[in-house]
């Protein structure tokens, strides 16, 4: 059973970072693709940012240098470096790992950016 479980989101002042992890189980964690999504209120799930099983990573055109997705193999953990941050980037941040051409979801964290 594949299971991705968030956490790290938080309330922090525009311009600040925060980590985020995404602990794996079920998984090949080594050679899945995963990646971070996000959904603001009212707004369609997004993509921020994936990386391959051999590490190689593609981002938002929105979080392009500020953002950072990495991946520990030795740990089965994902993780999403964000500094920068901007109230835009309000939103439930889900992890998401691709088995077999399904996708499973984490529950996600809730990351709040104020002004």
């Known amino acids: 059973q594949v299971q991705l479980v968030e956490s790290g989101g938080g309330l922090v002042q525009a311009g600040g970072s925060l980590r985020l992890s995404c602990a794996t189980s079920g998984i090949v964690f080594s050679i899945n693709p995963m990646g971070w999504y996000r959904q603001a209120p009212g707004k369609q799930r997004e993509l921020v940012a994936g990386i391959t099983g051999g590490g190689s990573t593609n981002y938002a055109d929105f979080v392009k240098g500020r953002f950072t997705i990495s991946r520990d193999n030795a740990k089965g953990t994902l993780y999403l470096q964000m500094n920068g941050l901007k109230p835009e980037d309000t939103a439930v941040y889900y992890c998401?790992?691709?088995?077999?051409?399904?996708?499973?979801w984490g529950k996600g964290t809730l990351v709040t950016v104020s002004s």
């Open positions: 998401n790992a691709v088995r077999g051409g399904i996708n499973f």
